[in-house]
């Protein structure tokens, strides 16, 4: 997202702030469900004809992105159904509809489909493999674990969005948070690197301020 800003707004990286992030977050989403103009001017409480700058710029500047989008309406249109990374497909046969908006959200489904249902595919395979690793590499015995805190043994406890949520005793925090870096980032090989970041606290608030490296 910082890259993003400082290629929309022509700053350095070092100069990105919040605000500046924040609004090329919701482009960078934004783009991937085919937002329009209006949608975007909407999310960010500006005008419309600003958004459709950064709209543009954006895709001058990922030229790729524009042509994949392109890519997978064709796609969608002529088989009437988009694929996974994995090999799930999604059906859209509303694509082909005469009604206009019925088929705009077919082409935003079919953007959106293989790059977010690839992305819960990879988190999936991740809780497994993870899980195991819990389970068989981190054990605790008796003298380690506090006996007021409930958790005696490190376990996945749920998943918000692409982070997962893990418990663990304080004496096998460090190494369980390397653990899931480990597992998140190599669980699939990408032609792109995975980053994980990981953090460590009392509750999930204090953690996700809390990263480590």
């Known amino acids: 997202h910082a890259k993003t800003a400082s290629e929309l707004f022509r700053i350095p990286v070092s ?10 977050k919701t482009v960078n989403f934004g783009i991937v469900y085919g937002i329009s103009p209006f949608g975007l001017s909407q999310a960010l409480g500006i005008a419309r004809e600003s958004a459709a700058e950064y709209i543009f ?107 997962l949520v893990v418990e663990a005793p304080a004496a096998k925090a460090k190494k369980v948070a390397k653990l899931v870096k480990e597992v998140m980032e190599n669980e699939v090989k990408l032609c792109v690197p995975v980053e994980v970041e990981v953090g460590i606290g009392g509750n999930w608030d204090s953690a996700k301020k809390n990263v480590i490296k």
Do not use: W
Not at 16 to 23: E, K, S
């Open 15 to 24: 100069k990105v702030d919040h605000d500046h992030r924040r609004l090329a």
């Open 57 to 163: 710029r954006y895709f001058d500047i990922h030229r790729g992105i524009k042509r994949y989008c392109k890519e997978q309406i064709a796609l969608a249109k002529k088989y009437g159904y988009v694929e996974t990374l994995f090999g799930f497909r999604r059906k859209l046969p509303e694509i082909n509809s005469e009604n206009k908006m019925v088929a705009e959200s077919a082409e935003r489904m079919a953007i959106n489909t293989p790059v977010q249902g690839t992305a819960a595919e990879i988190l999936k395979l991740a809780m497994i493999e993870l899980h195991r690793k819990l389970k068989s590499e981190i054990r605790m015995s008796k003298s380690e674990t506090n006996p007021k805190f409930e958790c005696r043994n490190p376990k996945l406890l749920l998943t918000v969005h692409d982070e």
